[in-house]
C-alpha cells in the first residue's frame, strides 16, 4: 500500500527530535547500528540492523515515554500518570515513573505475555501500579482514558503524541550519526505509527531520498486500510499474536505523518513473522518479539527493488514469552507448508492404522499428533492427524498416495473454523 505524496508539514521537527535526544541522555542508549553478514548476502545488498531490543527496557519505547514525561512541567507529573499498553510501552512508562519519581498506573490487555507484566514491575518498582483488563489494546486504552479523565491526570499515549513522536524520532537521528552512507530503505513495524512517524520524520528533512517502509502483521493491518481509505478506519478484529504491533486503530496525529513520510506499507502474516524469530535465534543468536522481528521478515517482500542497497531495518523489541516458543514453532511450520492437519477415517479394519503407516507416510513424514475425535467408540470414528514433513513439495506426493490408497481424508489448515476448533 503506497501511501500519497503530501506537502512536508506537520512533520515531527529537526529540532524537537535534537532536544529529544539531549533529554534521552543517560537514560536511553544509543543502540548499536549492525551490519549482518548473513541476511547481506542472502538479500545481495547491506543489511544493517537497528538494535533497539539492546535497550535497558529492551525496547526503542523508552524514548517515547520518557520524552513525553520528562517535557511536561512537574506539578501535572505529581498528580500521577496513566497509560495503556500491549507491554512496550507500559515499560517505558513505569522506568521513567521510576527515574523521575511520580507514581504511574498502567493497563495492560489480558493476553499480554507474563513476562512483559513481570517487567513493567520490576522497572517501576514501588512507583507503579498494573491494571490487567480487556482482550486487547484498545480495551486496555478505553479503560485508561476514562481513568485519566476522571481523575485528570496525565495520559501517556504509546503512540499519537507529539512528544512521544519526537522521543521515537531519536533513532532516526542516531542512524544517519552512525552509517556514513546513503541509506536506501528503512524498513519499520507500524503498530499505532509512533515509531515510523518520528523516524520518518527525521529521515525525510535530513535524508529525504530515503525510501521508508511501513511493516504490519497481516492479521491488524490497521494502518494500511487507513491508507487506503484515506481516512483513519477502525478494524472490527485483529489477530493479537504480534502483540506489540496489533492495534484496531491507528492515531489521528501519526496517520497524518505517515501519510507524508511513508512510501509503501508490507503486511506480513504471522507465520512469517515466527519463521523470522526462529531463524535470527538459530543463526544470529538475536532473541526477538514477534514485532521486533516485523521488519527483517519483510525484506522477502522487498528482496528484487533492495538488491545492492543500503538498507536498515529496525529491531523494536525483545520482550518474548518463551511459554510462546511452541506456539512460534507451530506457527512457523503451517506458514512454511511443513506441517498439516487432516480428518482421517481409516478403513474399518485390524491393521489399517499400520497399513496407512507403511504405504501411505513418506520416508521423511512424522505424524506429531494423532487424536480421535469421538470419546465413545473410537475405533469407528475419524481421527485428527498432523503430519510433519521436511520439504514443502513433500505434501503434493503425500496426499497423491492417500488418494492411490483410498483414504478417506479432509485437510484442514485453509478450514479456520474447523482448523482452530479441533487444533
Given at each position: 500500500m503506497?501511501s ?32 549482518n553478514f ?28 520518557y ?25 517505558g ?14 493497563y ?20 507503579v501500579e ?22 485528570n ?27 556514513h ?9 507500524i ?29 491488524a ?6 491508507l ?7 478494524l472490527d478484529?485483529?489477530d ?10 491507528v492515531?489521528?496525529k501519526?496517520f ?7 512510501d ?23 532473541v526477538?518479539e ?10 522477502d ?22 511459554t ?20 482421517i ?9 499400520r ?10 513424514d ?9 470419546k465413545?467408540n ?15 513439495s ?21 478450514s479456520?473454523?474447523?482448523?482452530d476448533?479441533?487444533?
Open positions: 503506497t500519497k505524496t503530501l506537502p512536508q508539514h506537520g512533520l515531527a521537527t529537526v529540532e524537537n527530535i535534537y532536544k529529544a535526544k539531549v533529554r534521552l541522555r543517560g537514560i536511553a542508549e544509543h543502540t548499536p547500528l549492525m551490519k548473513n541476511l547481506s548476502e542472502n538479500f545481495n545488498c547491506d543489511v544493517h540492523l537497528k538494535r533497539e531490543d539492546l535497550q535497558v527496557v529492551r525496547s526503542y519505547k523508552i524514548r517515547g515515554a520524552n513525553k514525561m520528562a517535557s511536561t512541567p512537574r506539578e501535572l507529573l505529581e498528580k500521577g500518570v496513566i497509560c495503556a499498553s500491549a507491554g512496550n510501552h507500559a515499560q512508562v513505569a522506568f521513567a515513573c521510576h527515574k523521575l519519581g511520580v507514581p504511574g498506573k498502567i495492560m490487555p489480558n493476553v499480554t505475555p507474563q513476562q512483559k507484566i513481570k517487567k513493567v514491575k520490576l522497572f517501576g518498582k514501588d512507583k498494573v491494571v490487567l483488563i480487556g482482550d486487547t489494546f484498545d480495551d486496555a486504552y478505553a479503560e485508561a482514558k476514562r481513568e485519566a479523565k476522571e481523575n491526570l496525565l495520559f501517556v499515549h504509546p503512540f499519537n503524541d507529539e512528544r512521544v513522536i519526537e522521543g521515537q524520532g531519536t533513532v532516526g537521528l542516531e542512524i544517519l550519526e552512525d552509517l552512507a546513503p541509506i536506501d530503505y528503512v524498513f519499520a513495524a503498530g499505532g505509527g509512533g515509531l515510523i512517524s518520528g523516524l520518518g520524520s527525521y529521515f525525510k528533512q535530513i535524508s529525504p531520498q530515503t525510501k521508508i517502509i511501513g511493516v504490519e502483521p497481516a492479521g493491518p490497521a494502518m494500511y486500510q487507513s487506503k481509505e484515506g481516512k483513519v478506519i477502525k478484529k485483529i493479537n499474536f504480534v502483540d506489540g504491533a496489533a492495534v484496531k486503530s492515531g489521528n501519526t497524518e505523518i505517515v501519510q507524508k513520510v511513508v509503501d506499507v508490507v503486511l506480513v502474516p504471522e507465520g512469517k513473522v515466527c519463521s523470522t524469530i526462529l531463524q535470527l535465534y538459530n543463526e544470529e543468536g538475536i526477538v514477534p514485532a521486533g522481528a516485523l521488519s527483517i521478515a519483510s525484506l517482500f522487498y528482496k528484487e527493488e533492495i538488491k545492492g542497497k543500503n538498507v536498515v531495518c529496525i529491531i523494536g523489541g525483545s520482550n518474548n514469552d518463551i510462546r516458543t511452541e506456539e512460534i514453532k507451530e506457527r512457523s511450520l503451517l506458514y512454511e507448508g511443513l506441517k498439516h492437519y487432516f480428518i477415517r481409516f478403513p474399518q479394519r485390524a491393521g489399517a492404522l497399513d496407512f503407516l507403511n504405504n501411505v507416510l513418506g520416508p521423511n512424522d505424524i506429531t499428533h494423532f487424536e480421535y475425535t469421538k465413545h473410537r475405533e469407528k470414528g475419524p481421527a485428527l492427524v498432523g503430519i510433519q514433513m521436511q520439504k514443502a513433500d505434501y503434493e506426493a503425500l496426499l497423491s498416495r492417500m488418494e492411490a490408497h483410498q483414504i478417506a481424508f479432509q485437510s484442514i489448515n485453509n479456520k473454523m474447523l482448523f476448533f479441533l487444533v
